[in-house]
T-cell receptor, first 110, second 118 residues
Framework: GIQVEQSPPDLILQEGANSTLRCNFS?????LQWFHQNPWGQLINLFY???GTKQNGRLSATTVATERYSLLYISSSQTTDSGVYFC????????????FGKGTRLHILP | KAGVTQTPRYLIKTRGQQVTLSCSPI?????VSWYQQTPGQGLQFLFE???????NKGNFPGRFSGRQFSNSRSEMNVSTLELGDSALYLC?????????????????FGPGTRLTVL
């Protein structure tokens, strides 16, 4: 089945720093989402981005479907950005199961 | 619109018991998916229901089952609980319009049910 790899697995940054999280997938997808999981376990939708670029405040995302990767950019990090970031994809040519990556754990230090 | 709701939020059971978790999707959403999250295995797909029919199933034993009602609310049941079933169970809804590779739409997650099996 499709493989979804996120990097880096862990990231520690000072408040105010910028970061780039990456999601690579091994097969064609027709949908991709980025989520932020807060300390209470809630998955918060960040972007629904099967292709192209989107921006929402300090966050932006780019998916290059033909090259099978997506990037999540966080600028001017705040301590509230801490948590785990997941990407999830739906394979194009296989069954309809949604596959999650293992996530990137982000720690923002004050 | 109200978000996805899950009940109960926390649950403690003992081995051998069974448990039923409930999920109410966003109004108008007909697709409900369930996921299990554990530290070791990450987020794994359990099953998806659409219009009261199971559309997809993940690689879980038959002890895990689910159903969907006519109002799109869904329940999942785990029988004969094992210690390894301790996990965060997440439900997601989407306004997926049908089957097929082009029908998937954005998923929205509930707060989850944290199950502890002793």
């Amino acid at each position: 089945g499709i493989q979804v790899e996120q990097s880096p697995p862990d990231l520690i940054l000072q408040e105010g720093a910028n970061s780039t999280l990456r999601c690579n997938f091994s097969d064609s997808v027709n949908n991709l989402q980025w989520f932020h999981q807060n300390p209470w376990g809630q998955l918060i939708n960040l972007f629904y981005i099967p292709s192209g670029t989107k921006q929402n405040g300090r966050l932006s995302a780019t998916t290059v479907a033909t090259e099978r990767y997506s990037l999540l950019y966080i600028s001017s990090s705040q301590t509230t950005d801490s948590g785990v970031y997941f990407c999830a994809v739906k394979p194009l040519n296989r069954d309809d199961k949604i596959i999650f990556g293992k996530g990137t754990r982000l720690h923002i230090l004050p | 619109k109200a978000g996805v709701t899950q009940t109960p939020r926390y649950l403690i059971k003992t081995r051998g018991q069974q448990v039923t978790l409930s999920c109410s999707p966003i109004s108008g959403h007909r697709s409900v998916s369930w996921y299990q999250q554990t530290p070791g295995q990450g987020l794994q797909f359990l099953f998806e229901y659409f219009s009261e029919t199971q559309r997809n199933k993940g690689n879980f034993p038959g002890r895990f089952s689910g159903r969907q009602f006519s109002n799109s609310r869904s329940e999942m049941n785990v029988s004969t609980l094992e210690l390894g079933d301790s996990a965060l169970y997440l439900c997601a809804s989407s306004d997926r319009s049908g089957s097929g590779r082009l029908s998937y739409n954005e998923q929205f997650f509930g707060p989850g049910t944290r199950l502890t099996v002793l």
